[in-house]
């Protein structure tokens, strides 16, 4: 068994080697670090494969064939779903240069962070028109990678009752999903939550500070099929 493990594991790396020595065309003009994942991703299903192939077979050849097929089942399915969130944070930093509207990577999710300069005016949930015209590229898109799950989260500064902020910051979040629906987004791939001020990156102690923690961020998340 170890040794028909070991046999499928130079393709894993090989696979995986390959994967990581190819071109990545989105990090060369990525103002943040979006290294290319689809190496990674397809290492690790591979490797991942390759272990449960050979532990699905009876025999030595058979497990030793399972694992060699497992090891390239589990790097096209990894590197696939690398390969689909890559070319999704491509379209989105080129669409959402210049707009306010930052890109982070996080595995294979991506966050748009959305500061409320941006989105929101003082005590409201009525979306600026600069974050509607930044949320029309996001629609477009959205529209073209169906294979994602969209979270949608809003957060304030502690300024104020803690009660009114959890209700400013759940107003805001539907705000951007509504949106985001009548852009043409389904609306079966969306959810928005409030945290209010509970979940603060930066000092509330500064008006700096809490100008960062006011914001709306939408996490994209690849779905199985994707």
Known sequence: MIKTVWLAVPLAVAIGATGCASND???????????????????????????????????????????????????????????????????LRDRLGGTGIDVE??????????????TFGVDSSELQTPARQALNDVNAVLRSYPETRINVAGFTDSTGAESYNQSLSERRA??????????????????????????????????????????????????QQS
Do not use: C
């Not at 699905?56 to 090891?71: E, F, P, T």
């Not at 990577?105 to 941006?118: A, S, W």
């Open 105 to 118: 990577r996080n595995g294979n999710n991506l966050i748009l962070n959305m500061p409320n300069n941006v």
């Open 174 to 223: 539907s705000a951007v999903a509504t949106y985001l629906e009548q852009g043409g987004v389904e609306s079966s791939r969306i959810s928005a939550t409030g945290y209010g001020e509970s979940r603060p990156i930066a000092s509330n102690d500064s008006e700096a500070g809490r100008a960062q923690n006011r914001r709306v961020e939408i996490t994209l998340t690849p779905t």
């Open 25 to 91: 065309p989105y990090q060369q003009n990525a103002p943040q670090d979006s290294s290319n994942k689809t190496g990674w991703g397809a290492g690790i299903g591979a490797a991942a494969g390759a272990v449960a192939g050979a532990l699905s077979g009876d025999g030595s050849s058979s497990r030793r064939d399972r694992a060699l097929i497992g090891a390239a089942a589990g790097a096209a399915i990894g590197g696939g779903v690398g390969a689909y969130m890559d070319s999704q944070e491509k379209e």
